[in-house]
Each structure stands twice: as C-alpha cells, then as structure tokens.
C-alpha cells in the first residue's frame, strides 16, 4: 500500500508543481497560490467523501479525494474547458474526454485481476475511436494517402513513434480477436456506432479542440493540465473498481476469488482445461480442538500458499473447500501442480498462537485448549482432479466430477491427490 501511494502521489505532484513553477501567480506565496486555486464546493465533497471512505474503511478513497483537491489546483490556471463550445460537437468532447483514460483503466482492471485476457482484448477496442479520431481530426475529407503517411497529425517526427505504436496495437487487437474471439463483432458494431458522429463532426470541421489538440501536442500550453486531469481520473477510477472488485468477488477471509468470481470465470471456459477440488483435512475437528480463530487463520494460510502456486485461478468454494482451474492443461498435466501444492503445505508447519479458553477454572476441556498454545500442527489437503468428458462437458458438470473425485481421495485416507476416472 505505501509503495502505490508513493507512486499516486508522484504522479499527481509532478504536474501540480509543473503549473504552481510555471503559473503567473507565482509571484504569491505557494500558500496563497493553493488556496486560490480551491473553491467551496470542492471542500464540501472533499469532506464527504473523506468520511465515507473513513467509515467504510476504505482508505483508497481517502487517498484519492486528497489527491482530487491538489489536483484541482493545477487544473486551474487555465481551465482545460475553456477553449471548449457547447455546441453540435459537444457528444464529441465527452467521447474524446473518455477515451484516453481508457489505457488506464485496463490496466487497472488487469491488476486488479477483474478481467482476463479475453475481456482485456474486448475493452482494447474501445482504444479504435481514439486511433480513429487521431486521424480524422484535420479539417474536411482526408486522402487514403493522408492516413498511410500520417500526414495529417501535425506532429514531428519524434512525437509519432508513441502513435504508431498505438496504431499497430490496435491492429494487433483486430487480427487476434477476429481470428479467436467471435464475440468480438458486437464490440466492432459499437465502435462502429460511437465513430459516426466522431467522423461526422470532422468532416464538417468540427472535430473537439482543447483536450485531445493539447494532449497530442508537443507544444500545447495546458498538455500538463490534461495529464493531470487524466492521472486523477485514473486514480479515482482504480479505486472505485478495486473496491467493486473486492466487494463482489474476492474471499473476505482468505483475500483470494469467492465463489460468485469462479462461477463467472467458469462460465467462458472452453477447449482444454482440469478443475480441482480441494479440502482442507479434518478442518471441523481442528476447529473444535483450536477454536474458530485458528481455524481462520489455517484457511488464510492455505489460501495464500494455493494463490502463491497457482497464481490467479484458485478460489474459496465455501467453507473449507477451494477450487482451482487449469486452463489449457488437462488432468493429467494438472496432476503435477496440484500435487506439488499438497506436499508444500504438508511441510509446512502451523503453529498455534491463541487460545479458544472461556477461562473458567473448572472446564476440563478449556483447560485443554490451554495446553495446545504455541503446539505446531500438520496442515494436510485432498484434492479431486477432473476435466471434461464425453457425458460432462459443461464446467459445472466438471465440478461434479472434480467432487466425486475429492471424495475418493478422502476414502484412500487423505492428503493425497485422485484424478476423476469412470
């Protein structure tokens, strides 16, 4: 948490202090150039939201509101609105206002672990307007030859490495998505949707000046305004997504995916895959013996060794059962993984830190759970291994086998690993 606030708040320094060194104003105090810059109302919903974020215990949104108001400063002189007219170009202005964040969004999305690769190749097509618009900003129609030699973005050379790159990105995302993905066309027709008032509009020389003319020029004097704008805008929409993330899909306990995020990822599974089941061995007994508070920390505790091995794909089930997926490998193949997990946490050891004691003098059996404190204990699991067959081809009809299987490794006396077989 600290390394990303350092580096949130190096990205939102660096233009605020661009501007406060630049500004006309800096002939006044650094303190009264802040205080210029902040208005009333922005005070008001920094104080809001700074409370909900303290009472939701979310001090991403803490963050984000401190980082919104000084930001707010280095937008200020001037306004990147300004140059902007409300009028037939104003859906335009929104659009091309969107579309730049839209790099950082996927990326915090993909940390985030929200998406997978497909929904990443999905959400890259909505970076073609912003290509698009790149090359349909001159004034009236453009020649084919225009485009091939990037004549008309009035740039120097150096600055159209950047887009090239972009473009042959986005090229990329095409040739990949069309040859693989076929769910891709509707993502197509809505881009084709969201450009017909963008090319209208450049046609009829009313393409949106302001932010895109000053973000894609070398010489723009608000380039670091828009940026800053753009950083802030990242942030608050990491956080927001972090916290939707976490909220729907991921384990409360064990900080890993729930079972809503596996019935999702489950749901675009297809080829070749394995599905595991996993049990943690003699849980409620431990949970008697230990206390519930132990009990928590051994599924914390196998949860991040299942995360720390298996990466991304394992999840809690419920209770004491965990499920991972092996996508693109079979059973057999699959073996090995989750093989390799067991005898990890079967070396590992768990030492037991408190007690589960009501501390009543003439409880025999809380006087032996004060005994247990500081005991080191053995944490075995089964797993069920299964992948799809003939009659099973659905993934939740492979769960099932998975399960079958789990318990057959519970009957040959736990703390092994069984691959399902008819």
């Given amino acids: 948490m600290t390394k990303t606030c350092l580096i949130y708040l190096t990205a939102a320094l660096t233009p605020l202090l661009w501007q406060t060194f630049s500004s006309p104003a800096w002939n006044k105090s650094l303190g009264q150039s802040v205080l210029d810059g902040f208005s009333y109302p922005l005070y008001m919903g920094f104080a809001l939201v700074g409370f909900l974020g303290w009472k939701l215990n979310q001090t991403r949104i803490l963050f984000s509101s401190m980082l919104f108001i000084g930001i707010a400063y280095a937008m200020n002189y001037p ?40 929904n990443l190749k999905r959400l890259g097509w909505s970076l073609v307007p912003l290509a698009l618009l790149i090359l349909w900003r001159a004034r009236g129609p453009v020649s084919f030859g225009q485009i091939a030699t990037l004549e008309i973005i009035p740039l120097p050379a150096g600055f159209l490495l950047p887009q090239i790159a972009l473009i042959f990105f986005l090229l990329y995302f095409v040739g990949v998505a069309m040859e693989k993905d076929k769910k891709i ?50 942030i608050q929409l990491h956080a927001i997504f972090k916290m939707y993330w976490q909220r729907v899909y991921q384990d409360e306990l064990t900080g890993i995916g729930n079972r809503r995020a596996l019935d999702e990822y489950m749901a675009t599974l297809s080829g070749e895959y394995a599905l595991a089941m996993m049990d943690i061995d003699h849980f409620k007994a ?10 928590d920390n051994v599924l914390r505790m196998v949860g991040g060794l299942l995360h720390q091995e298996l990466g991304d ?53 809380d006087r032996k759970k004060i005994k247990t404190k500081g005991k080191k204990v053995q944490v075995t699991i089964s797993v069920g291994l299964a992948s799809p067959y003939k009659s099973a081809k659905d993934p939740s009809d492979v769960l099932k086998l998975a399960d079958q299987a789990l318990y057959e490794a519970k009957d040959q006396g736990r703390n092994c690993v069984m691959i399902w077989d008819q």
Wanted: proline share 3%.
């Fill in 185 to 234: 066309k509707p993502f197509i027709f809505a881009t084709g949707i969201t450009m017909i008032p963008l090319l209208s509009a450049a046609r009829e020389g009313m393409v949106p000046h302001g932010f895109i003319q000053e973000l894609f020029s070398a010489s723009g004097p608000t380039l670091h305004n828009v940026m800053a704008f753009a950083v802030i805008c990242g």
């Fill in 313 to 365: 794909k394992v999840y809690r089930y419920g209770g004491e059962e965990f499920c991972a997926v092996f996508e693109g490998f079979g059973s057999e193949d699959a073996f090995m993984f989750a093989n390799k997990v067991r005898r990890k946490l079967e070396e590992r050891v768990f030492h037991i830190r408190k007690t589960n004691s009501k501390k009543q003098k003439s409880s025999k059996s």
């Fill in 286 to 295: 431990f949970n008697d013996t230990y206390g519930h508070d132990e009990g």
């Fill in 79 to 118: 306004n990147i609105f300004s140059s902007w007219n409300i009028d037939a170009a104003g859906l335009n202005q929104i659009v091309s206002l969107a579309l730049p964040l839209t790099l950082v969004i996927i990326f915090s999305l993909r940390e985030s672990r929200f998406m997978d690769t497909e």
